[in-house]
């Protein structure tokens, strides 16, 4: 059975680092793109980033642009979210997540098949 579990969540200050690790348990890692997406209290579900296979193509979400950094480990089945001067408003729990093989587009969290439990971050002012 696939399964991804998030670690790495914790509680900083504005203007510090985390580093979020995504282990994938199953076949196949390096032939999936990984996304991350985050989810504040009351809000819905926003892309933060997505990784194809290869590992050398990322997008990002405008916010993360500059400050995040998404890489992977295929042979260790692992994915991983660097974030840089954090932000009060980066509050929330972080999640990985496997898309449809059929998804055309990696933004949407309607696109994606296989979610983790999800990492609480919290940012302090």
């Known amino acids: 059975q696939e399964q991804l579990v998030e670690s790495g969540g914790g509680s900083v200050r504005a203007g510090g680092t985390l580093r979020l690790s995504c282990k994938f348990s199953g076949r196949d890692f390096d032939a999936y793109t990984v996304g991350w997406f985050r989810q504040a209290p009351g809000k819905e579900r926003e892309f933060v980033a997505a990784m194809r296979w290869t590992g050398g193509i990322n997008f990002y979400g405008d916010f993360a642009k500059g400050r995040f950094t998404a890489s992977r480990d295929n042979p260790r089945n692992m994915a991983y979210l660097q974030m840089n001067n954090l932000k009060p408003e980066d509050t929330g729990v972080y999640y990985c997540?496997?898309?449809?093989?059929?998804?055309?587009?990696?933004?949407?969290?309607?696109?994606?098949?296989?979610w983790g439990p999800g990492t609480q971050v919290t940012v302090s002012s």
């Open positions: 997540a496997v898309p449809f093989s059929y998804a055309a587009g990696f933004e949407s969290a309607e696109d994606y098949r296989i």
